[in-house]
């Protein structure tokens, strides 16, 4: 997806990179959905992500940040997507509706 996404729209961002790769993951390993919908469209500077799944109600906006390490020799791998999504986006949105979870990205990029 990250490919296409760099082709289509000509765009190497890191944070863009990231926030897409993080939010499909999870759908795709915790939803339980049987589809995902994923769509991107860039006006000038803004870029708007968002993702329709089938699976099960999720909202990531109200998960609470996770607990920090003190260093990176304490931290484990994993459980720090949704945060780190919540970081890096400059708005985001969630609706449950029609029995489908709808997740809109924003993010502010430099092209």
């Known amino acids: 997806m990250n490919e296409f996404f760099e082709k289509e729209f000509n765009l190497n961002n890191f944070d863009v990179r990231l926030i897409i790769e993080e939010i499909f993951v999870n759908i795709a390993n915790?939803?339980?959905?049987?589809?995902?919908?994923?769509?991107?469209?860039?006006?000038?500077?803004?870029?708007?992500?968002?993702?329709?799944d089938d699976g099960n109600e999720f909202n990531p906006l109200i998960v609470e940040?996770?607990?920090?390490?003190?260093?990176?020799?304490?931290?484990?791998?994993?459980g720090l997507g949704i945060h780190l999504v919540k970081n890096l986006a400059d708005e985001m949105y969630y609706e449950y509706k029609d029995n489908k979870n709808h997740m809109t990205i924003i993010k502010n990029v430099k092209i």
């Not at 049987?34 to 469209?41: G, M, P």
């Not at 940040?65 to 994993?78: C, M, T, Y």
């Open 65 to 78: 940040s996770p607990e920090l390490p003190d260093n990176i020799e304490d931290a484990k791998i994993g």
């Open 30 to 52: 915790y939803s339980e959905c049987s589809y995902i919908i994923a769509s991107f469209e860039l006006d000038e500077n803004m870029l708007t992500i968002k993702f329709e």
